[in-house]
């Protein structure tokens, strides 16, 4: 019996990269910072976000797209804190969003008056690190409930992210959470990465990171 094999993820992935490309143009054309969200399921990264509309909805433009495997409960969540169109990608199982799928979501944003683009993954460490999506920076988050070496079990994640945040701060008194021993680990792997410090549920750092978004989404357009 003989046997054929095809290798299908090199072409499928030059595909995503080409279109990742075209995504970053008109978004830096547009002068349209976008930010992709990753994370493990129950990061609190939907909760950061709906804090975040809540807070900036009205003095930044912010478009949001947002993937789930099955459901578009994330979607449902942000749009109650925005008057604009929350995009809800519904992968049926992939792991990931693509940027086939960001490069249709654009098509129902006038990047013109916009601010911002927040791209909410899907909660997932691994597959989304080799998914270009043509943002600007990956933004990692993980919390105080997942242990100091998850930067080190998920390398890839966090050495693709620019920024990272780390999250449920107001827990720190009930869980062994070492918080120097967590960023030791996330710099070894990624000596560049900018950390911020939060609680999404009480507000703690959010006012350092809702600065960093006003001043990221203030950048000068490209002549």
Sequence with gaps: MTVRTIEL???????NNEIAGAVRGRL???????????????????LLLERTLAALGEELRIAVV????????????????????????????????????VETALEAIDLGA??????ENVGNLVCPASWDL????????FSVTEGEDK?????????????????????????P???????????????????????ALTGEGLDEWFDFLRQLARRPVPA
Excluded: I, W
């Design 66 to 101: 947002t993937g789930d495997v099955q459901t578009q409960n994330d979607a449902d969540r942000l749009a109650r804190h925005t008057t604009r169109l929350v995009q809800a990608v519904v992968t049926g199982g992939a792991c990931h969003l693509d940027a086939k799928q």
């Design 134 to 141: 043509g943002e600007d920076a990956k933004v990692v988050l």
């Design 114 to 119: 916009t601010d911002l683009l927040f791209v």
């Design 151 to 175: 930067p080190l079990k998920y390398p890839k994640m966090f050495r693709q992210a620019r920024y990272a945040v780390l999250n449920k701060t107001d827990l720190l008194p009930y869980v």
């Design 28 to 46: 830096v054309s547009a002068g349209v910072p976008a930010l992709n969200f990753v994370s493990s399921p129950g990061s609190g990264k939907t």
């Design 9 to 15: 993820r090199e072409p499928v992935m030059a595909r």
């Design 177 to 199: 959470f070492n918080v120097e021993l967590a960023l030791r680990n996330a710099r070894q792997v990624n000596p560049e990465l900018r950390f911020f410090r939060t609680s």
